[in-house]
């Protein structure tokens, strides 16, 4: 079923026991975050605050909501989907539609009529986004700050809706906002995003925006969604709910936006005048660095009645967020196949933040197919800032199937393509530079007999060279317990774990290595060279010891990963994916790869140097105190804490 309001989803919640409130008073600034923080990471419930307190020490007059969307059942129920893909087929359908099949059984378009019927949104006179106007400052909402590093406050479920001036097309977008001032919004949209296109195209600059807060939850979806671009996110709503969406014109701007959101910022941005924006806990767990945004300038504050302001909290996965994506990317699934026909499933690990690591299934009928897929998906919408993208026969959600893959399926001399110079999330932290990073495809999928691989070729090629244990013919050179106890005596390891019998994990401290807590801002010539000089090192001595070629893999990361904790390999997978780059930490040699993921040094020297390495999302001592008063389950192992 769909949810017409926002509140109905929170009363469906609390009815089905996974709402909790909170009566007492709680402080918008980092204690509503840590809260939302530890229930998420817990598999715990969404949250109400009934009294969030603002900065001042005023109680809001709208409660706060968080972790609405914090499990895979939750989200799935909030999309009213019956399942992870019925979205996605219905859109499939909607696009190519059976028309032998409906010109025989014309009852079965009946489906495909509702949804056509549901999609454009419907106009009414006054919304009950207008029911309140509020005084004319946004410092009075119950916007939460929710890490100590944070610029501010940050409205982390904002629906951001533009239009274009020619073609009046409207656009919704989630560009995360900024509290500057009564009267002043900062909004974080990348120079990649929609409606940066439609601030570009307005020709005397002064572009009309609203922020609309809440509202029915396939709003929230269709912000996020990988949309053709042909389809509008207010159609799209309608779709997914399977009934018009309503929208009311803005009362100062000329827009039009839904008309049951919870709360509605209005005013106008200049696309030439910014403000310094951030620091902000990211999806990636790290803080993204400052940068030059444009600004709201608020005109009007609306709201429901019943208003509930929902938000969320983004930082060291596993997060909300995490389930928002995978909802949308399973949902979105059938689609994907239809767009790219080789592609059988997609997965994005939660553990990665999304844009660091796909793992692709594709079709193989003839040679290289899956990478050929590979390649077609970084062309494709938010793809495009994925960093490592890994084929594979097995099912892509499994991580120790895919662990098997990756030691049984790869030889480091002819399953690796990196391309230098592609595209990155402006968010990703380990990037050599902003907006550009390079990428690295895996083919971890078997050989077929097309393949010149194979020694069985088609007639008329030449055979190409391979290792019969990159064939399945034999079992491939393995690590020995003598091995690694050797290795385990190098002075600069740690400690180390076999992940598989040719993948070795070793950890490791250095001298200058940045404050988890603070980052590093500035150069630090000396640690940055010293610390590349022990990486070297220390692959060098392992490999020394290695005169089997056993260590296919190696990889070196901090010493702050317990290696034999309860949930080590998610926290190594996040940490092997935020901490490299592929351009300056990945090196193969001799049919054996080298993988550092070490936090960077700051460094302006060489060809792939360091930039600003910033702090991971931590919740400060005295906030974790202070939550203490409320029963809350503990938290997990493995956290950077």
């Not at 007492?24 to 229930?39: Q, T």
């Not at 399945?472 to 600069?492: A, V």
Request: overall charge negative.
């Amino acid at each position: 079923m769909a949810w017409r309001t926002l509140s109905k989803w929170v009363s469906h919640l609390e009815k089905e026991g996974e709402l909790i409130r909170i009566s007492e008073p709680v402080d918008v600034e980092l204690e509503a975050g840590a809260i939302a923080d530890k229930l998420v990471k817990t598999n715990g419930p969404a949250v109400l605050f009934e009294k969030p307190r603002l900065p001042n020490g005023e109680i809001s007059e709208i409660p706060l909501a968080m972790n609405l969307f914090g499990s895979h059942d939750r989200t799935l129920r909030a999309l009213g989907a019956k399942h992870e893909k019925e979205i996605g087929e219905r859109l499939v359908a909607l696009m190519k539609p059976d028309i032998g099949g409906i010109v025989k059984k014309p009852w079965t378009g009946l489906p495909l009529l509702r949804d056509a019927i549901s999609m454009p949104p419907k106009k009414v006179r006054k919304g009950s986004c207008q029911r309140v106007r509020m005084e004319t400052d946004v410092t009075k909402l119950p916007i939460p700050k929710t890490w100590p590093m944070d610029g501010g406050r940050f409205i982390t479920l904002p629906l951001v809706v533009t239009k274009d001036p020619h073609s009046q097309e409207h656009n919704l977008g989630m560009y995360r906002g900024q509290v500057f001032g009564p009267k002043e919004v900062g909004l974080h949209w990348q120079i990649h995003k929609h409606a940066a296109d439609h601030a570009d195209a307005w020709p005397d600059g002064k572009m009309p925006v609203a922020i609309c807060i809440g509202g029915p939850p396939e709003l929230i979806f269709s912000a996020i969604a990988p949309l053709p671009d042909n389809l509008e996110e207010y159609m799209f709503a309608g779709f997914m709910g399977k009934k018009r969406l309503r929208i009311t014109k803005a009362l100062t701007q000329d827009l039009l936006v839904p008309a049951d959101a919870d709360v509605v910022i209005e005013g106008w941005v200049d696309a030439k005048e910014t403000r310094t924006e951030g620091p902000f806990g990211d999806h990636f767990g790290f803080y993204s660095l400052t940068g030059q945004y444009p600004v709201l300038n608020v005109t009007a504050v609306t709201r429901r009645k019943d208003a509930i302001l929902p938000a969320t909290i983004v930082g060291q996965p596993p997060m909300e967020d995490g389930y928002l994506g995978e909802a949308i990317g399973k949902q979105f699934r059938p689609i994907l196949s239809f767009q790219h026909r080789d592609v059988l499933d997609v997965h994005l690990p939660l553990e990665t933040g999304f844009h660091n690591l796909a793992i692709v299934k594709s079709k193989q009928r003839y040679p290289r197919q899956a990478r050929k897929t590979c390649l077609g998906l970084l062309g494709a919408g938010q793809m495009m800032f994925l960093k490592i993208m890994i084929a594979t026969d097995e099912d892509p959600s499994d991580l120790d199937a895919l662990l098997d893959a990756l030691n049984d399926r790869v030889d480091p001399n002819s399953d690796l393509t990196i391309i230098p110079g592609m595209v990155s999330d402006a968010l990703e932290p380990a990037s050599t530079f902003e907006n550009v990073q390079s990428k690295l495809i895996i083919d971890t999928t078997k050989i077929i007999p097309s393949d010149p691989r194979s020694g069985t070729p088609l007639e008329g090629s030449f055979v190409e060279e391979c290792p019969a244990w990159r064939r399945g013919e034999e079992e491939p050179p393995k690590i020995s317990e003598h091995l690694l106890e050797e290795i385990s005596k190098i002075p600069e390891v740690e400690d180390c774990r076999m992940l598989r019998n040719s993948m070795l994990v070793v950890t490791v401290d250095f001298e200058g290595r940045p404050n988890p807590r603070t980052g590093s801002h500035w150069p630090d010539e000396e640690n940055a060279a010293a610390k590349v000089k022990k990486i070297n090192q220390l692959r060098k001595s392992i490999w020394q010891l290695d005169s089997q070629t056993a260590i296919r893999w190696l990889f070196i990361t901090d010493n702050d990963l317990d290696l034999h904790g309860d949930g080590a390999k998610r926290r190594l997978l996040w940490q092997l994916t935020s901490r490299f780059a592929v351009e300056r930490d990945f090196i193969v040699e001799d049919g054996r790869i080298c993988w550092d993921a070490t936090t960077p040094i700051p460094s302006l020297e060489g060809e792939t140097p360091v930039r600003r390495w910033p702090a991971i999302t931590m919740h400060d001592p005295e906030t974790l105190e202070a939550i203490e008063r409320f029963d809350l389950p503990p938290w997990p192992n493995n956290l950077v804490m």
